[in-house]
């Protein structure tokens, strides 16, 4: 399947050092074509860290899906640095030994190697990287479910919530700084919002009947949800701090999990209205939701990609919970994913995370490839990613 302007394409590296008036030469301009892939080397790093920093490195390159690794007497750009604690260096240099991407950072060292992994797939692709972002989910290996959160490779997982009740559904805005889910501690469904930067924790949705769903819009003012004070599940907007709550649907049906499309104009939503869930699409403003054309009965847990093209879900065949994705637009929907829950976006519009038994999994949809990220916080569910 194709589901970026990378399917089924391979690259080659083009670097051309052009004069500029009045100067010996300029930087290296950078072209990428079709032809062989570009193949990266990271040679080993120095520093105390290198060890570690090299291996968080040939792992990012590798998952970004964009580039392949290599040795460096046959590869395109190679990588060479030195990592410290507090401190990372390195620079990517082509054939000719001009310079593709030279950087130091300061902090921690794992999180500056995400940080060069996706400048440099971006320097190399065009694309964006995913190793800087986040990603959340649910475990139950306390016994309750809690919220989690860690890097988008499964590294520095961290036990967010210990409210020792139903904590669910989290969903991270678009920058990764904040966090809403929905919990229990009450007895009831409320939504909460964590400010993951100072820790900050704030009951925002405690309406009458279930609070449910958040998810805060792409410019971080709203959040849209599934709220009950009204009547049946309905789809509503509220101000960031849940003031305001601007109801959008409204039908027999029951509605749940909106997503936001990446300018905040529209939402994608499911509604039971005629019998087996489906989705829906609707104005933010509010309007009457239109049926989008899957081509499946069972349609749940939307996700709209950051480029808006596509949106992935859950579709249930014989029983078992199956991935499919929509070009928006062009349908109907394929599947993807031959088991799997909860599929969510990265930054880049060609991976997703899912859910599936004790593991959380990260699925490029151009190459196809899975691999598990995350598998020692008992069963996994609804993961939520950073863009």
């Not at 520093?47 to 291996?55: L, T």
């Not at 990012?60 to 060479?80: C, F, I, K, R, T």
């Not at 151009?366 to 598990?372: A, G, I, K, T």
Request: proline share 5%; charged share 20%; with cysteine.
């Amino acid at each position: 399947m194709k589901f970026s302007a990378l399917s089924g394409l391979c690259f080659t590296l083009l670097i051309v050092a052009t004069p500029s008036h009045g100067q010996e030469a300029a930087s290296p301009v950078i072209t990428i074509r079709k032809g062989t892939a570009v193949v990266v080397a990271v040679k080993e790093l120095g520093g105390n860290a290198g060890p570690a920093a090299g291996a968080v490195l040939k792992n990012d390159l590798q998952l970004s899906g964009a580039l392949s690794l290599g040795e460096a007497d046959n590869a395109s750009v190679v990588v060479s640095g030195s990592a410290d604690p507090g401190s990372f260096s390195a620079a990517a240099l082509d054939k000719t030994g001009a310079v593709v991407l030279k950087k130091s950072y300061g902090g921690d060292p794992r999180r500056a190697v995400h940080a060069f992994a996706d400048e440099l797939v971006e320097t190399l692709t065009g694309s964006k990287g995913i190793a800087t972002s986040r990603v959340a989910f649910v475990g139950n290996r306390t016994g309750h479910k809690e919220i989690y959160t860690a890097d988008y490779d499964g590294g520095n997982a961290y036990q967010l919530t210990h409210d020792q009740a139903i904590s669910v559904a989290p969903h991270l805005s678009p920058d990764g700084h904040r966090l809403t889910y929905t919990g229990y501690q009450s007895g009831y469904a409320d939504v909460y919002l964590i400010d993951l930067r100072s820790g900050a924790r704030n009951r925002v949705l405690k309406f009458p009947g279930i609070n449910t769903g958040a998810a805060i819009s792409p410019d971080g003012s709203r959040i849209a949800c599934t709220l009950s004070k009204d009547g049946s599940p309905a789809i509503y907007v509220t101000t960031i701090s849940g003031d305001s709550p601007r109801r959008l649907t409204r039908s027999r049906g029951a509605e749940s999990s909106p997503t936001w499309s990446p300018d905040g104009a529209t939402l994608i939503y499911a509604s039971d209205e005629g019998g087996a869930p489906q989705l829906f699409q609707v104005p933010a403003g509010g309007g009457r939701g239109r049926l989008l054309n899957t081509g499946f009965g069972y349609c749940t847990e939307p996700d709209w990609s950051p480029d808006g093209k596509r949106v992935a879900f859950n579709v249930r065949v014989g029983g078992t919970f199956q991935v499919a994705v929509l070009e928006l637009g062009s349908g109907p929907a394929r599947v993807v994913i031959g088991a799997g829950e909860n599929p969510v976006w990265g930054p880049d519009s060609r991976h997703l995370l899912f859910a599936r038994g004790t593991g959380l999994y990260l699925f490029d949809t151009v190459s196809s490839r899975e691999n598990r990220v995350i598998g020692d916080l008992g069963k996994i569910s609804e993961p939520a990613w950073s863009r």
